[in-house]
């Protein structure tokens, strides 16, 4: 009797398993949540690409502000249309426009509305700008030395040797026996300036070239 009673014992989770399906009980079933492994890269990249944009205004205008959102992102990258976008804090402009290029650079130029019932009919042509010798001067010491030397480093990094930049301020260069356009430079030197801007960097090692549309820089 002992005998069966351990036996009894040893099996009693089978045995109250067999009564259960026997007696139509249903064992509980355990809540199970799915849990999302792979990250959103749509949503990663929407972020970064914002970051990117935002930062690379900030290194132009500390106190620059844009706001782009998801549809914005999309469009721009997956289906190749430039942006409009409104901005805040930059003096003199209220929009920006925003253009992918195909190596995933962004390029950014700005511009300001105006209402076109204010514009005269009889508006003169205005003459080209030109900076006189201490304006020149002002404009090489406080920002186009740092800015210069900035492009040259970036694009030695990419294993570049030259780049030139044209008169709307596009930073060009050869690639795979293309022109590119790389960044762009908002107020570089009218025309009429470039041979001072060419005296002004003699001394620093870089190679300057002048023609009809562009300056060159070799190093």
């Given at each position: 009797?002992?005998?069966?009673?351990?036996?009894?014992?040893?099996?009693?989770?089978?045995?109250?398993?067999r009564?259960s399906?026997?007696t139509g009980?249903?064992q509980?079933r355990?809540?199970?949540?799915?849990?999302?492994?792979?990250?959103?890269?749509?949503?990663?990249f929407v972020q970064?690409?914002?970051?990117?944009?935002?930062?690379?205004?900030?290194?132009?205008?500390a106190?620059?502000?844009i706001?782009?959102?998801?549809?914005?992102?999309?469009r721009?990258?997956?289906l190749?249309?430039?942006?409009?976008?409104?901005i805040e804090?930059?003096?003199?402009?209220?929009h920006m426009?925003i253009?992918?290029?195909?190596?995933?650079?962004?390029?950014?130029?700005?511009f300001t509305l105006?209402?076109?019932?204010t514009?005269?009919?009889?508006?003169?042509?205005?003459?080209e700008?030109?900076?006189?010798?201490v304006?020149?001067?002002?404009?090489?010491?406080?920002?186009g030395?740092?800015m210069?030397t900035?492009?040259?480093?970036?694009?030695?990094q990419?294993?570049?040797?030259?780049l030139?930049?044209?008169?709307?301020?596009?930073?060009?260069v050869?690639?795979?026996?293309?022109?590119?356009?790389?960044?762009h430079v908002?107020?570089f030197?009218p025309?009429?300036n470039w041979?001072?801007?060419k005296?002004?960097?003699?001394d620093?090692?870089?190679?300057?070239?002048?023609?009809?549309k562009?300056?060159?820089?070799?190093w």
């Amino acid at each position: 009797m002992s005998s069966i009673l351990y036996f009894l014992y040893l099996n009693r989770k089978a045995i109250a398993v067999r009564w259960s399906k026997k007696t139509g009980k249903k064992q509980p079933r355990k809540n199970t949540a799915l849990v999302q492994l792979e990250p959103d890269y749509k949503k990663l990249f929407v972020q970064q690409a914002a970051l990117r944009i935002q930062e690379k205004m900030q290194q132009k205008f500390a106190g620059g502000k844009i706001c782009l959102c998801e549809a914005d992102i999309i469009r721009l990258a997956y289906l190749k249309r430039p942006l409009c976008v409104a901005i805040e804090g930059v003096d003199g402009f209220s929009h920006m426009n925003i253009s992918m290029t195909e190596d995933g650079m962004f390029r950014m130029s700005l511009f300001t509305l105006v209402d076109f019932d204010t514009i005269l009919d009889d508006q003169s042509e205005k003459q080209e700008h030109t900076l006189d010798e201490v304006q020149m001067e002002r404009w090489y010491t406080l920002k186009g030395q740092h800015m210069l030397t900035e492009l040259v480093t970036e694009m030695n990094q990419q294993g570049f040797s030259r780049l030139s930049i044209q008169e709307n301020g596009d930073v060009v260069v050869q690639e795979n026996g293309k022109y590119v356009v790389k960044d762009h430079v908002l107020d570089f030197p009218p025309k009429k300036n470039w041979l001072d801007l060419k005296k002004m960097m003699m001394d620093t090692g870089i190679k300057v070239r002048i023609n009809e549309k562009k300056m060159t820089f070799m190093w």
